[in-house]
């Protein structure tokens, strides 16, 4: 029987780590054949990370880690921080597969190296794949649209030869072959808006368009459209596998986050169906205070129960993770904690699965990330848009534009970067609006979202599109080892 090792290379983080572990064990469950080894990058030292790696490798004996050398960029540009760290990494990851490869042709029982499955931003590795004879293939953790929008943004650039940062600021509304609606300008992306950022976006989709394939995380159902315009031969296969979801919710907690998990779903199992608004922005989102008193005024002033994930923004200027609050009553306005105790939860970082997927909970005020919107769409609970970063305005213009079951608190939102002080404060009123709209949310919202969670189950069962392009990937990868 023919064997193959897969080597994942994921962008540091729990966030891309998780989807990217997931992909995996898709790959490792269809087919036998396949081996993978994941080489990791840390920052620093993580214990979710840790644990969540130890639960993984204990669960699986055809997925293994290998944690690389720390390397520390310079933590002072923090604009060069990811891809200063990934090309740090470029001779550990060599030095790693050559044991592989040694491994491999000194023992016969020791599968091949297929290829590379390198994570959207680890496209300097395309090249040590190339000196070691293999393909690589990207893992797109976002969803398709935003591919899409990847590859007009560049071709913008390099064939009609527009600058898209000429579009900061401007009404302009854009047609491109991956959206069905025209899209304003004012929802792109920060990093296609700015002059430092851009030349790595376009030298990101350059190097895509090397790759032997591009693995996304969506489905065909949701986003026929973007899938439709890859079909027209200018672009590698994609393969569309998603929806990839962390479903697993014995992960690897520790004890204190174990009792934290029983507490919330305590509270949630004593409020009535669909009668709570869960708020979170994100593993990075976190707000000054005087956008968390803006939020506490709107939640009281819409009656509405609530679950707020509420963190503790980064030290000025530093690239770290949120934490909680020791003492959320430091930022809350006075006096709240105590009228809102029979309605509302602060709960700091919430397991987010396990949250949307209460009977309770009605609607989601959200930061449009990928990873949230899919699973949103799974448990058929309703979003409303608060995009921050990254490409998260795109993602809320689509449920809300394109997809039609999501309500807005405001689409144009943004902050350049999550690190970056400055924020446009979104006042009580305008929180409370959207709130209303969220939990009053039409029928007709109501049943496409619905009908969008069956698909994306559908999509992943034997005979669904996702299971389809899974095999087709497999095929590509194992069946043409020479």
Not at 68 to 87: A, G, M, T, V, Y
Not at 138 to 147: K, N, P
Not at 166 to 180: I, R, T, W
Not at 378 to 386: M, Q
Request: proline content about 7%; hydrophobic content about 40%; aromatic content about 8%.
């Amino acid at each position: 029987m023919k064997k193959a090792e897969l080597v994942f290379i994921p962008t540091p983080g729990i966030s891309h780590l998780v989807s990217t572990v997931e992909v995996a064990k898709l790959l490792v469950d269809r087919d036998e054949r396949l081996s993978i080894t994941f080489l990791i990058m840390k920052l620093r030292s993580d214990p979710k990370i840790d644990r969540f790696i130890n639960s993984v490798s204990t669960a699986c004996n055809r997925i293994r880690f290998i944690d690389l050398p720390k390397d520390e960029p310079d933590p002072n540009q923090p604009r060069k921080f990811l891809f200063s760290l990934i090309e740090a990494q470029i001779p550990h990851v060599k030095e790693e597969v050559f044991k592989l490869v040694s491994q491999s042709e000194s023992s016969p029982d020791s599968p091949p190296l297929a290829g590379f499955v390198l994570d959207m931003f680890c496209t300097s590795m395309i090249d040590v794949a190339t000196e070691f004879g293999v393909p690589s293939y990207i893992f797109f953790t976002s969803g398709a649209a935003f591919l899409g929008l990847q590859f007009y943004v560049q071709d913008l650039h390099d064939e009609q030869k527009v600058d898209p940062t000429e579009f900061k600021g401007s009404d302009a509304e854009l047609v491109m072959p991956c959206l069905a609606n025209p899209l304003p300008a004012k929802v792109l992306p920060s990093v296609m808006l700015n002059k430092e950022w851009l030349p790595p976006v376009l030298r990101q989709a350059r190097r895509f368009r090397e790759s032997k394939g591009i693995i996304i995380n969506t489905f065909e159902e949701l986003e026929s459209h973007a899938m439709d315009s890859f079909s027209k031969g200018n672009t590698p296969p994609v393969y569309p596998v998603g929806p990839i979801l962390n479903l697993n919710r014995d992960d690897g907690d520790g004890d204190e986050e174990s009792d934290k998990r029983k507490d919330i779903k305590q509270w949630l199992d004593d409020q009535p169906l669909s009668s709570v608004v869960y708020l979170c922005f994100g593993s990075m989102g976190s707000f000054g205070v005087d956008q968390v008193k803006e939020i506490a005024c709107g939640l009281e002033q819409s009656g509405h129960r609530f679950s707020w994930s509420l963190r503790k923004p980064q030290p000025k200027g530093k690239m770290e993770i949120p934490s909680d609050y020791t003492n959320p009553q430091d930022v809350l306005p006075e006096g709240f904690l105590d009228r809102t105790a029979k309605i509302g939860k602060i709960i700091g970082w919430g397991p987010e699965i396990d949250i949307l997927s209460h009977p309770s909970v009605g609607g989601f005020v959200s930061h449009c990330g990928w990873s949230s919107i899919l699973e949103s769409i799974w448990f058929g609970v309703p979003i409303a848009a608060w995009p921050i970063q990254a490409e998260q305005q795109l993602n809320a213009f689509q449920i809300i534009v394109e997809l039609g079951f999501g309500v807005e608190i405001k689409m144009d939102c943004r902050r350049e970067f999550f690190y970056d002080d400055n924020e446009n404060i979104i006042s009580a009123g305008e929180i409370e609006r959207g709130i209303r709209c969220l939990m009053e949310i039409g029928k007709e919202k109501v049943e496409r979202l619905k009908e969008m969670s069956e698909q994306s189950r559908k999509a992943l069962m034997e005979g669904g599109c996702s299971n389809t392009w899974l095999g087709q990937l497999i095929h590509e990868m194992v069946d043409n080892i020479p």
